[in-house]
């Protein structure tokens, strides 16, 4: 979400943020408030039984959400439905920029289907939960799957030296 926000601040380009873990209710606290028209839009509604995407509503900034709906039951065929493969095939026409934030990889094996509909993958690795051994094996899913791993973003690390240090380095 961090990345999508950051985007949006930097460019005019349109950029479509889907939160793709079907499975919590968190939603990134620097993601704006969708309008209340478009509340009952989300993508295990879209996955499941609503129509397919639609031009969304203007927001605050030139940044858009599509919520993942909250916690559901959808099962793993929904990631491989031609209704997703429309779905991001709508979003590609109305978005310059279309980001799936996905839950991490071994707990969440949605997130291997939908990376495999990406043209990128962005790997997050944050330094005080994600152990090596996680984070090499899912670089190697992605190497395995033939998406371009894009790169690696590295969440909360601490500086444990301190700055006048690096400063004289």
């Keep these: 979400a961090n990345l999508a926000a950051s985007l949006a601040k930097n460019t005019r380009a349109r950029i ?44 605050p900034s030139n940044l858009y959400v599509l919520p993942s709906g909250g916690p559901c039951a959808l099962s793993l065929s929904a990631f491989q439905s031609r209704r997703l493969d429309e779905l991001l095939q709508k979003a590609r026409a109305l978005f310059e920029y ?23 993958v962005i790997i997050v690795v944050d330094s005080e939960k994600t152990r090596k051994v996680r984070a090499v094996w899912t670089k190697r899913q992605i190497e395995k799957s033939g998406v371009p791993l894009l790169g690696v973003i590295l969440n909360r690390r601490k500086y444990r030296v301190p700055n006048w240090i690096y400063k004289r380095i």
């Design 16 to 59: 479509l943020l889907i939160d793709a873990n079907v499975r919590s209710t968190k939603q990134g606290a620097c993601v704006p408030r969708r309008p209340e028209s478009d509340a009952d839009v989300s993508l295990s509604r879209l996955l499941s039984d609503a129509p397919v995407l639609r031009d969304p509503s203007p927001g």
């Design 98 to 120: 279309v980001i799936i934030d996905a839950p991490s990889l071994p707990e969440h094996p949605e997130s291997l289907l939908l990376m495999r509909k990406a043209d990128g």
